[in-house]
């Protein structure tokens, strides 16, 4: 009931392309679903987050896509870079009265080719 | 303002030994989490306090670990008698109330 499947589990792609990263969930309590971006020997970064109440949220070069029905989000990332390269976590959780406990994906580790 | 701030940033410990990180909140944040990541894996959710309260312990295991944020000064993670199994990145965020978590750079604990 709390787990959050991310795929793929790793993703290479040229300078300039589209890479897609894919997010589901289980728990139809989940209210907040952040994305984070991880570096080499660095704590996770929050890059982008969504609500529900929306199907989609751009921010610069990442756009979080939603679809509620299905229970899914997905990450897309536009004009990719090489500084992209990083490892990408979804994760979701409740924002009721308990605060922010998130629950994270298994990662998704992004290389960027130039 | 600076962010959340780990120490240390990295810990050895023989089995056996203890094992203390501590984790500064943002200025302003009263919410608290500790996470592990395993390597090559997502992060585990562990614990979330407030000032001297624990609010939710789920992902702690049952024995050697506790944690605590006193009224004053950092929260702390101890593990006691530290395992091989035991080495991993131990990550701390803080948050004001429902609002975005900011993690600090981690503990990097390894158990030899």
Redesign the interface.
């Known amino acids: 009931q709390q787990q959050v499947k991310?795929s793929p589990q790793s993703l290479i792609v040229q300078k300039g392309g589209i890479p897609i990263i894919n997010c589901a969930y289980e728990n139809t309590a989940f209210d907040y679903f952040?994305w984070?971006q991880q570096f080499p020997?660095?704590?996770?970064?929050?890059l982008i987050?969504i609500r529900p109440d929306v199907s989609e949220k751009k921010e610069g070069r990442f756009t979080i896509s939603f679809n509620k029905s299905a229970k899914q989000f997905s990450l897309h990332i536009m004009d990719s870079q090489p500084g992209d390269s990083a490892t990408y976590?979804c994760a979701a959780s409740k924002?009721d009265n308990?605060?922010?406990?998130?629950?994270?994906?298994?990662?998704t580790r992004l290389m960027v080719k130039p | 303002n600076a962010g959340?701030m780990?120490n240390p940033r990295h810990l050895v410990r023989r089995r056996g030994q203890e094992a203390r990180l501590r984790c500064s909140p943002m200025k302003g944040h009263s919410?608290v989490?500790w996470?592990r990541q395993l390597p090559?894996?997502?992060?585990?959710?562990m614990v979330?306090l407030q000032k001297e309260n624990i609010?939710?312990e789920s992902g702690m295991p049952k024995e050697r670990f506790s944690a605590e944020f006193p009224k004053e000064g950092p929260s702390i993670l101890r593990i006691q008698q530290v395992v091989r199994g035991d080495s991993a990145a131990y990550?701390c965020?803080s948050?004001p109330?429902?609002?975005?978590?900011?993690?600090?750079?981690?503990t990097r604990l390894t158990v030899v």
């Open positions: 991310q952040p984070y020997g660095k704590g996770p970064a929050l987050a976590f924002k308990a605060g922010n406990m998130l629950t994270f994906g298994g990662g | 959340v780990q919410h989490y996470y090559e894996e997502g992060l585990k959710f979330y609010i939710d990550f965020a948050s109330r429902q609002a975005e978590a900011f993690f600090g750079q981690g």
